[in-house]
C-alpha cells in the first residue's frame, strides 16, 4: 500500500508557472506507474499525466501536452507535476495517483492540491 501526499498549489496568473510534488510513502512506492488528474468545478475527474516506474515512458492529455511535465524522482519517492503556461481553464483540483500496473486507473489517491489560474 502507498500514501500519497500534494503539495505545492496556489494561486497564479494566467501565462505562469507552478510546479506539483507528490510524495509517496511505503516500502515500494518506486515500484508504482503515478499519475496526475484534475477537477475543475463542476466538471468531472480528467487524466491530466502519468509516468511508469522507471520514468522513462511519460503519457499526457491533449489538453495539457505541451504545457505540462510530469517526472519523478525515485531516491525522493517524489512525483512532479511541472505546469506552464497556465490558463484559466487549468483551474482545479489536481489529485496525485498511483498503481503498480496501470497508466490510466488508479488505486491509490491523494487528497488534492488547488490550483488557481486568474486571467
Known amino acids: 500500500q502507498v500514501q500519497l501526499v500534494e503539495s505545492g498549489g496556489g494561486l497564479v496568473q494566467a501565462g505562469g508557472s507552478v510546479r506539483l510534488s507528490c510524495a509517496a510513502s511505503g516500502p515500494t512506492a518506486s515500484y508504482y506507474n503515478m499519475g496526475w488528474f484534475r477537477q475543475a468545478p463542476g466538471k468531472e475527474r480528467e487524466f491530466a499525466a502519468a509516468i511508469g516506474t522507471a520514468g522513462s515512458n511519460t503519457y499526457y492529455a491533449d489538453s495539457v501536452k505541451g504545457r505540462f511535465t510530469i517526472s519523478r524522482d525515485n531516491a525522493k519517492n517524489t512525483v512532479y507535476l511541472q505546469m506552464n503556461n497556465l490558463k484559466p481553464e487549468d483551474t482545479a483540483v489536481y489529485y496525485c495517483?498511483?498503481?503498480?500496473?496501470?497508466?490510466?486507473?488508479?488505486?491509490?489517491w491523494g487528497q488534492g492540491t488547488q490550483v488557481t489560474v486568474s486571467s
Open positions: 495517483a498511483a498503481d503498480r500496473f496501470r497508466i490510466y486507473t488508479y488505486s491509490y
